[in-house]
């Protein structure tokens, strides 16, 4: 009788959300635009499952039974997430071209808890043997989406599947083919999924102009969430929970108010999650624990504002600047430029000494942000600095940084790098013949050039 309310419920959920995206604006409903062709015979299923020995799960049964079995449009397929739910029987050899009835039928040996260990061990047979063969290669790939019916297709690689035995029979997975780790949805059968697709269609949350990554995160309403949030015990379904609060597009005062309740009492990896909610939801609330949280982690800092408040970037200049003998890796250095750039300043004075940092990756970093700015030719005599370095790289980063400048002194360091590297190495010599193409050299021509009489002459005569 519950599974019975449940169709109906789905029913009449799916003419709802059809109303609400009349414009089709959820993610791939522009392809099956809400329609299901006419339910499965119980025939069709028997034949099927004969065909391909094995049952199906029975709240998938019972979808295609009293629901539909899919549509005319994307790949044949129906209403459903993304681009919406494969007809019986169509598309079952998405992940595997060869033996997919065999493959089919065996045990899943994928589950929500695996360990990337285990996931790693499973695909070793392909990642650790160049020469495998065609007829290897389909073997290992059978074992490794054994028992997964794919059921739609999300784009590009990503499919959602459906597991057809084991334990976690009739669960929807998230399945990429280019083999990184499946993510299992957080709902227990596929017509709790289904529905769940359907109540964020109605509510709003799906429809937004970017993926919503529907499936990838815990569903329910962010007042429901906080509420598992709370009475959760272990750390990892906190995360979970505070997972599927971010993905919403908006949440109430009221529960901003709680979640920064829980962050004056937490710590740690929750204590960051919590920051990085009431930066995207309430700037202005979380904007004094930001400023106290840059004692613990600039990064999270400068990520969270420059994802969820980039327009706020200035309000960060002096911080920046009081804490930049703090900033000693890549990623941070990285997520500060961003912010610097974001602000519209010259902020020449605060990447030159990044420049001598000992990470390659950082001054790489640092070369291109110089690069970017309007008066980058302010900055010359730094960009000699990177074009004398002992790494290709920085070489190639300051090449590109420094493009467009016409300044003669550059030509003396240009023609050491033309006699260094006599051959392509790193794309050094392609970007220095572009830069040279304002002076109407090449890497050729430069190393013609008498050097004592480039200061004597015009640069356009220096040759002659």
């Known amino acids: 009788m519950e599974e019975l309310d449940q169709i109906e419920r789905i029913k009449s959920k799916l003419f709802s959300a059809k109303n609400t995206d009349r414009n089709l604006k959820v993610f791939g409903a522009g392809s099956h635009k809400y329609i299901l062709g006419n339910p499965v015979r119980p025939l069709d299923i ?102 997964l019916l794919p059921i739609g297709s999300q784009g590009c690689t990503y499919y959602h599947a459906l597991v057809l035995n084991g334990e976690f029979k009739g669960r929807v997975v998230n399945v990429d083919i280019e083999r990184q780790k499946p993510r299992f949805s957080f709902e227990l059968n596929f017509l709790d999924w289904y529905e769940r697709w359907l109540d964020e269609v109605i509510s709003g949350d799906l429809i937004i102009d970017t993926p919503s990554w529907f499936g990838y995160k ?130 020449g004075n605060f990447i030159i000494p990044f420049t001598l940092n000992k990470s390659d990756n950082i001054k790489i970093s640092a070369y291109y942000s110089l690069g970017q700015l309007e008066n980058k030719i302010d900055y010359v005599d730094t960009f000699i600095v990177g074009l004398q370095d002992s790494s290709n790289k920085v070489i190639h980063a300051a090449l590109q940084a420094v493009n467009g400048i016409k300044d003669k002194k550059l030509l003396v360091y240009y023609k050491m790098i033309a006699e260094k590297f006599p051959k392509e190495q790193d794309y050094i010599l392609s970007n220095l013949n572009q830069n040279l ?28």
Request: glycine fraction near 6%; proline fraction near 2%; charged fraction near 30%.
């Open 46 to 147: 028997l034949n099927f499952e004969n065909e391909y020995d094995l049952e199906l799960p029975e709240c998938y049964k019972s979808f295609l039974l009293h629901i539909g079995n899919g549509g005319i449009s994307h790949s044949n397929s129906g209403a459903g997430p993304y681009y919406g739910i494969y007809s019986l029987g169509k598309n079952t050899d998405e992940f595997i071209y060869e033996n997919t009835k065999s493959y089919l039928k065996e045990d899943c040996k994928i589950s929500p808890k695996m360990s990337g260990e285990y996931w790693s061990d499973l695909n070793k047979n392909i990642e650790e043997n160049d020469t495998i063969s065609d007829e290897e290669f389909e073997i290992e790939l059978g074992k490794i989406f054994s028992g």
């Open 218 to 347: 815990m569903g329910g309403s962010a007042a429901e969430i906080l509420e598992k949030y709370i009475s959760a015990k272990e750390n990892e379904t906190k995360i979970e929970c505070l997972d599927g609060i971010l993905n919403k597009p908006k949440i109430s005062s009221e529960n901003i108010g709680i979640l920064e309740v829980q962050y004056k009492v937490s710590t740690g990896v929750i204590k960051d999650k919590l920051l990085q909610i009431l930066t995207k939801f309430d700037y202005q609330r979380a904007k004094p624990y930001l400023i106290d949280f840059t004692k613990e982690s600039l990064l999270s800092v400068f990520q969270f504002v420059f994802w969820y408040a980039k327009d706020k970037s200035s309000d960060w200049l002096e911080i920046i600047e009081a804490n930049s003998e703090k900033i000693n890796n890549e990623e941070t250095f990285r997520f500060c430029t961003y912010l610097l750039k974001e602000m519209n300043i010259d902020y």
């Open 437 to 464: 193409k304002l002076f109407g050299l090449s890497t050729t021509t430069i190393k013609t050039i008498n050097i004592d009489v480039i200061n004597e002459k015009k640069w356009f005569e220096f040759w002659k």
